[in-house]
């Protein structure tokens, strides 16, 4: 993918874009007052409040979407709840099983998703015609750990210069804000 450029083809600024953005109160981090306090305890990373022109934007983008899907496409709007309750996720299975296994790059300090690893993998090899033996195999959103550990061997030996610097899968269960080692 190409490096992203303004409108006069300079090097796009992200950092520059939301420090203005903020500063002109588009958005800011919710519950940010508290982040500060000695007692909080916590991630809200991800979670943002929109100001005046954050509202507006935010607005104008639905109302375009509106007109396109709703009245052009004749699709019918449905406005749900944001909030899901915790026996309808455990119901679902979500909150016992889930679990996004992770692999760190320990040279970039990334986390990546180990099902997403390997299925880019394959799908590299199969792209180049490299078929290994068919048999059944552990669903990736079903493995354990030592399945994952096993599994990213296996590609290691295949593509070493792209796992040289993994660490073994951490788990990132729904229940738990951090990562952790299989439990």
């Given at each position: 993918m190409a490096p992203m450029t303004t409108l006069k083809g300079g090097p796009f600024d992200r950092t520059l874009f939301e420090s203005v953005t903020k500063r002109r109160f588009f958005f800011t981090e919710s519950f940010e007052i508290y982040r500060v306090a000695p007692n909080f305890q916590g991630d809200n990373r991800g979670l943002y409040d929109y100001g005046p022109p954050g509202c507006a934007l935010q607005a104008n983008i639905v109302d375009l979407w509106r007109k396109h899907f709703v009245l052009e496409e004749n699709m019918l709007e449905l406005d749900c709840t944001v909030i899901t309750p915790e026996p309808v996720l455990k119901t679902s299975g979500h909150v016992d099983k889930f679990a996004d296994w992770m692999c760190k790059d320990a040279a970039r300090g990334e986390y990546l998703?180990?099902?997403?690893?390997v299925e880019?993998?394959?799908?590299?090899r199969l792209a180049r015609g490299v078929n290994g033996p068919s048999k059944n195999s552990p669903k990736l959103d079903e493995a354990t750990a030592a399945e994952y550990q096993n599994i990213l061997a296996k590609v290691a030996t295949a593509a070493p210069s792209l796992l040289r610097t993994l660490s073994c899968p951490l788990s990132r269960q729904a229940s738990d804000s951090n990562y952790s080692a299989d439990r």
């Open positions: 998703r180990a099902d997403h690893l880019n993998v394959l799908a590299s």
